[in-house]
């Protein structure tokens, strides 16, 4: 093969190369643009829900997803079954202690977790991606979150909702379960205190 041939394929291959990086610096990018996207199975299929221009996803009562098996070891080394609080609204909140927004809105979540007990809502974190636990038992005790966390370090608990329901696709992510531990609305980004009581005032509303 003559040097003028050999010259275009190193051209092209070196194109490749740059094209790659560059897509995998967008990938790299977007990943970070949130704490991650998820790696749930779910967000296709035919859905019942509808987003509002708050982000906010809800669905109507009678048109949603039951939540799926949520329990295990907690991480503060007790245990929790989400499906034991059927009867409450349950605030699902997943997070994680590497997440710059999760340590944002932890200060919201437990200020409403406070003021809601009493009025019959269980706040309820899923801790992920903490390859230890004492970086989840060191960002409890640094935001002085009070509610229990399952310790679900490889995502299994993610991996369980169904595709095409309110599922958790991002960290941080939080849901609400109505009071037949069904999935009510979900946010994908961190929440204010403002419209964490936004999502959860219609469904504790309902009899």
């Known amino acids: 093969m003559s040097a003028a041939s050999r010259a275009p394929m190193r051209s092209n291959r070196a194109h490749r190369r740059v094209v790659l990086t560059t897509a995998g610096a967008a990938v790299a990018a977007l990943l970070m643009s949130a704490c991650s996207s998820g790696g749930t ?15 906010i996803s809800t669905a109507k009562k009678g ?34 202690s590497w997440c710059a927004p999760c340590r944002a ?16 809502v269980q706040f309820v974190g899923i801790n992920t991606r903490d390859t230890s636990v004492q970086n989840a038992r060191s960002f409890e005790k640094d935001e002085g979150i009070t509610f229990p ?46 419209k964490l009581r936004k999502m959860i005032a219609p469904v504790l509303a309902e009899k």
């Open 41 to 55: 199975s779910g967000g296709g299929g035919d859905t019942n829900f509808v987003m509002g221009k708050d982000g």
């Open 149 to 194: 966390s399952l310790y679900d370090p490889t995502g299994k608990l993610m991996l369980r909702f169904k595709k095409g329901t309110l599922n958790p696709q991002a960290v941080p992510s939080t849901l609400i379960l109505d009071r037949e531990g069904k999935i009510a609305a979900r946010s994908l980004a961190a929440l204010s205190e403002e």
């Open 105 to 120: 809105e932890a200060p919201n979540l437990e200020k409403v977790n406070k003021d809601l007990k009493a009025k019959g």
């Open 63 to 96: 048109e949603r997803a039951e939540a799926p098996d949520l329990s295990g070891k907690t991480v503060d080394g007790s245990t929790a079954d989400v499906a034991s609080f059927k009867g409450k609204i349950v605030v699902l909140n997943v997070w994680g």
